[in-house]
């Protein structure tokens, strides 16, 4: 994990481990995430961390991804490792687990979710 220098960091990837998200996985969602990073050699281009709280509760796991700033929902250990190989490294992301992404500067629900709203 690039941790002192980021410039050549592609992906801030942020796992909540409140309350909630912990009760839904968010330990091994963060495991899941990191070793998935680690397998394809991606330490450098993905960062993580992990946080606690975001205030979506709801939504648990929550994972964001930044520059993107999209928001996911119900991530679990294997959505974690998919959104790892889908969206940051192939640049597909995973609409179905979408919560908002930031569009038009403001962050819009998306996804399976969101009702009519678009998905990108």
């Not at 912990?22 to 330990?27: E, I, P, V």
Request: hydrophobic fraction near 30%; charged fraction near 25%; include cysteine.
């Amino acid at each position: 994990m690039a941790t002192w220098d980021l410039s050549g960091t592609q992906h801030h990837v942020l796992i909540c481990n409140g309350g909630s998200c912990l009760r839904k996985q968010g330990d091994e969602v963060t495991l899941a995430l990191r070793e998935e990073v680690a397998l394809h050699g991606a330490e450098n281009l993905i960062h993580t961390t992990r946080t606690r709280c975001n205030g979506r509760c709801e939504d648990a796991c929550v994972v964001t991804v930044y520059p993107e700033g999209i928001w996911y929902k119900d991530i679990g250990p294997e959505s974690a490792r998919l959104l790892v190989r889908e969206h940051l490294l192939q640049g597909r992301p995973l609409y179905e687990r979408m919560a908002y992404s930031y569009r038009n500067e403001r962050f819009v629900p998306t996804g399976s979710g969101a009702k009519g709203v678009p998905r990108h």
